[in-house]
């Protein structure tokens, strides 16, 4: 079991949230480095969000093995009518919540030693496409809330 950080847009999240799906670019190391039974952290960046990018909002359990779809499925995706994200993975919540990345950045062992701590939150997955700690997913799964 590994624990990594997703960065997604708020409109994306929404759609993760409603259908328990998570998709990624064709190019993307997500398919080959995430399993059925890993953890998957959702962070909301900022550019484009409303009120939550820069904020963790969920974990998830990874369910499935990766499959392809060709059909559109995110609002990016629907609007220019064509699969960006054609690799898919069920996932099931663990916890829903919002923990504010700025507040938790001193507890997290992945983003310690940074100058620029954010820099760790891109990518997918995040943290140079390395799993985080089990520590760090207690972590925010204690500071998510409702």
Excluded at 6 to 28: F, H, M, Q, T
Excluded at 124 to 143: G, H, Q, Y
Aim: charged letters at 30%.
């Amino acid at each position: 079991m590994a624990c990594w950080i997703i960065p997604v847009s708020e409109a994306n999240w929404e759609v993760i949230k409603k259908l328990n799906v998570y998709g990624a670019l064709e190019d993307s190391a997500a398919p080959k480095l995430i399993k059925a039974g890993d953890y998957l952290v959702f962070y909301v960046t900022v550019k484009g969000s409303r009120a939550l990018g820069g904020k963790f909002v969920g974990v998830y359990r990874a369910v499935s093995d990766w499959f392809r779809e060709d059909k559109p499925l995110w609002p990016d995706e629907v609007a220019e009518g064509k699969v960006k994200y054609p690799w898919r993975i069920r996932i099931e919540p663990v916890k829903l919540g919002v923990a504010d990345f700025k507040e938790l950045v001193d507890k997290l062992s992945f983003t310690k030693c940074r100058k620029m701590p954010q820099a760790m939150l891109v990518g997918t997955p995040a943290n140079m496409r390395r799993p985080i700690p089990e520590e760090d997913l207690k972590t925010i799964l204690d500071s998510l809330k409702p």
